[in-house]
């Protein structure tokens, strides 16, 4: 039993981490269309170069979130094979999933950076 404890605990924070990326491509989508918004408003041109600064900062975040999402579904497949076999994860799969909790440790961040900066300023416009 103690064999497949560390597996399911990958696993859990695996689904755990989808949740949470299915919640950023969701604020990123809010994001981009209050983006769209405000553009429809502003024809300033420094507005519109900071605009599509955060426009690209955007797409790169989407670009970044599917690369995750990518790597989590191949490491279910890696996981699932360790849990039919009951053995423990190698050295590789636990590599691999460290490298995961960073990645999304740092999203987190990231992301978190981009969307107060976007907000202070579209507050410095009003």
Known sequence: MAESA?????????VTWKRLLDFFIQ????????LSEVVDKETDKSFI????????EFILKD???????????????????????KTLPDYKTCKKQEKLRNEI????K???????????????LV
Do not use: P, W
């Open 6 to 14: 560390k597996t399911e605990q990958f696993v859990h924070e695996n």
């Open 27 to 34: 604020e990123n989508s809010f994001l981009k269309t209050r």
């Open 49 to 56: 170069a900071q605009a599509e600064h955060f426009q690209t």
């Open 63 to 85: 670009e970044y979130i599917h690369d995750i999402e990518r790597d989590i579904k191949d490491q279910e497949k890696t996981l699932k094979g360790v849990l039919i076999q």
């Open 105 to 108: 440790s740092y999203l987190e």
């Open 110 to 124: 990231e992301f978190s950076h981009l969307k107060t900066q976007f907000n202070k300023y579209l507050l410095s």
